[in-house]
């Protein structure tokens, strides 16, 4: 099984036209995403070429795009001063998942529309995130679908992209139901804890790993989730240990405060809830080898 993404996943890509958009509409294509339609109003009623002779219709607005083609999901790639309108419009046309690959989006803006989405049917991705994939089955984003092509039973939560790939490898000859990349935007929508919950109730998903990074209480509320409701093993690999603090490190979330958001907080944290901590990503994928095997 996955969470979130699965075999029947029916994708429209908004912002498809664009060079981005484009390119990672093929790469969805290619591992083996049904991608069903494009947004743009602007070019409305063409149609999309791409590798294998596949011909993507575009259509003027998400609600149309979902009324005829049963679209369940979109993946947004349009800029940052654009996005809070194209994540608006995705919500009101009541698409179920939504993810944000928008990078540099005005925390105004992000704040805005999770406020809207609150209020609604929809679940966001990000922003300022790879997305998801559920090996086999689908992928939503930018994520490189050879980094994880093996189905398996471990199931992935991440703040960083790269991390996100690395972890993938690491652990690629186990396999994944699903990995999440959430982004590391001060405000995301699928948070660390939401991914766990789905995780937890997943059959199919045996361990958990966990990346987070330094900055913020995420991981800290993360570890009192766990400790209270999560019974599969977790193992976590939190990133910024050498960070100085008062500087911002990636991510806009990405800042120690005093003694606030660091990593050695974040640890203590979440060893105190039975997860196991590597100093490494390689470490941390050991360290998960080795209570599922």
């Known amino acids: 099984m996955s969470i979130f993404l699965n075999s029947d996943s029916r994708i429209i890509v908004q912002g498809m036209t664009g060079s981005e958009g484009a390119k990672h509409t093929q790469r969805m294509l290619d591992s083996g995403s049904t991608i069903v339609g494009g947004v743009n109003p602007r070019k409305a009623g063409e149609t999309v070429e791409f590798n294998n002779d596949v011909s993507i219709p575009v259509f003027g607005s998400v609600r149309e795009a979902m009324h005829a083609t049963d679209a369940n999901v979109t993946v947004i790639f349009v800029p940052a001063a654009y996005t809070k309108d194209a994540v608006e419009e995705a919500i009101r046309a009541g698409i179920p998942l939504a993810v944000v690959i928008t990078e540099g989006v005005p925390v105004k803006d992000t704040a805005e529309f999770h406020a809207l989405a609150k209020e609604s049917q929809t679940q966001i991705i990000g922003p300022n995130c790879p997305g998801i994939i559920s090996p086999g089955q689908s992928n939503a984003g930018i994520i490189p679908a ?40 001060p405000i995301i929508g699928t948070t660390h804890i939401k991914a766990i919950e789905a995780f937890q109730n997943d059959p199919e998903t045996e361990a958990i790993m966990m990346i987070g990074e330094i900055g913020g209480d995420a991981e800290e509320h993360a570890a009192a989730y766990i400790k209270d409701n999560v019974t599969k093993p977790v193992v976590a690999y939190i990133a910024g240990f050498t960070a100085p603090k008062g500087k911002t490190m990636g991510h806009a979330g990405a800042i120690v405060s005093g003694s606030s958001g660091t990593a050695e907080g974040k640890k203590k944290a979440l060893e105190e809830a039975g997860v196991q ?17």
């Not at 039973?153 to 490898?169: A, D, R």
């Not at 186990?174 to 990995?179: A, N, Y």
């Not at 901590?277 to 095997?293: C, D, F, H, N, Y």
């Open 146 to 185: 050879e980094t994880a092509s093996t189905p398996g039973k471990i199931g992935l939560v991440s703040k960083s992209g790269t991390l996100t790939y690395q972890m993938m490898h690491e652990l690629s000859d186990i396999g994944f139901t699903t990995c999440i990349g959430i982004g590391g935007d």
């Open 277 to 293: 901590v590597g100093k490494t990503p390689t470490q941390a994928a050991e360290l998960l080898r080795e209570l599922i095997s």
